[in-house]
């Protein structure tokens, strides 16, 4: 069971806590058999939030021995797509990763790794559903990521994220590169922290 927060863990334990409590003393229980359920309750507790040490609570699977990160600056390795669109990617990774880890972020040499290029800014038609009344381009955004684990090789990988976004065929990609970005980004950024740091 995953929980989104801290205060939904305590919360939980303190229901469990006191829900034990009621019932032992209604049984009738001895004060020292009383005191045995109590540390009973408390090292499993204190064993279930650790998680055996690389349980997070933001949903992540780090190992506890990894204490920094570094995003290095992706490239763009394809023709079209603005000019800033890897800077943005690169700030978006950086933010999520201190949002959603305890990592602390280095220009380099970080104990976990993320570089990479966006390799893939296409407008293709997309496929029609029986519930498409007008045509739909879709803008696909595909990044080629290397991830490096400096304390676990075996979670190394050289991987392609890809996300998409669709628009009416009747306007054109200038018209709604703005609007759709965001979303690309945020998603891929999803998929890649995925992989990385919650190792799904």
């Known amino acids: 069971m995953i929980l989104k927060n801290k205060n939904s863990m305590k ?6 806590s006191f829900y034990i409590k009621k019932r032992v003393k209604n049984a009738g229980i001895s004060s020292s058999m009383k005191r045995f359920v109590l540390l009973f309750l408390i090292f499993n507790s204190t064993f279930f939030i650790s ?5 997070s609570f933001s949903g992540t699977n780090l190992s506890p021995d990894l204490k920094t990160f570094s995003i290095i600056n992706l490239t763009m390795g394809t023709a079209g797509g603005p000019a800033n669109l890897p800077q943005q990617l690169t700030e978006r990774l950086k933010e999520y990763f201190q949002k959603n880890t305890e990592l602390t972020i280095l220009p380099s040499g970080g104990d976990l790794i993320l570089e990479g290029s966006i390799i893939g ?3 293709l038609a997309a496929a029609p559903t029986a519930n498409d009344q007008a045509g739909l381009n879709r803008l696909n955004v595909t990044v080629q990521v290397r991830f490096t684990n400096a304390k676990d090789e075996t979670k190394n990988f050289d991987q392609s994220f890809t996300y998409y976004a669709d628009f009416p065929q009747d306007q054109t990609l200038n018209q709604n590169e703005a609007r759709l ?6 998603n891929l950024v999803q998929q890649i922290f995925n992989k990385s740091a919650a190792d799904w």
């Open 51 to 55: 998680g055996c040490g690389i349980y």
């Open 121 to 123: 800014y296409d407008v």
């Open 11 to 16: 919360n939980e334990l303190f229901k469990m």
């Open 181 to 186: 970005l965001p979303t690309i980004q945020e």
